[in-house]
């Protein structure tokens, strides 16, 4: 897994969920990112990477590179997925509303792969 240069996050080291190191890459959206849209998919991919995505694009152009500790630290309730297997994905209809999870079909391409 790739990971970006390491840098502060505004919680401590024990709330930290997930496996991977805080500066993990995942591919989120300018949606999310730039436009405070809320996370409402999330995908642990194959490979071991994440996508933390709104759900509303999956156009190459709106493609962002994040940390996983930032992604986590904008939305806190993706820990709740930091066990979520490899090959699978969770999503919700609202930020109100608890994660769905089921493994993704392995005869359908990866949700999102940004070249």
């Known amino acids: 897994m790739e990971q970006v240069e390491k840098h502060e996050h505004e919680f401590s080291a024990s709330d930290w969920p997930f496996s991977d190191p805080t500066n993990s890459v995942a591919i989120s959206t ?11 998919r999330v ?14 694009t999956t156009d190459v152009k709106d493609a962002m590179v994040v940390c996983l ?15 979520m297997p490899r090959g699978w994905s969770a999503w919700r209809n ?6 769905t999870r ?14």
């Open 30 to 40: 300018r949606q999310v990112v730039r436009e405070g849209q809320p996370v409402l």
């Open 43 to 56: 995908s642990h991919d194959l490979d071991g990477d994440w996508q933390v995505l709104c759900g509303t």
């Open 69 to 83: 500790g930032c992604a986590f630290q904008r939305t806190p309730s993706i820990g709740s997925l930091a066990d």
């Open 94 to 99: 609202s930020p109100c509303d608890p994660w």
């Open 102 to 115: 089921e493994p993704n079909d392995p005869e359908v391409d990866e949700e999102w792969v940004p070249d």
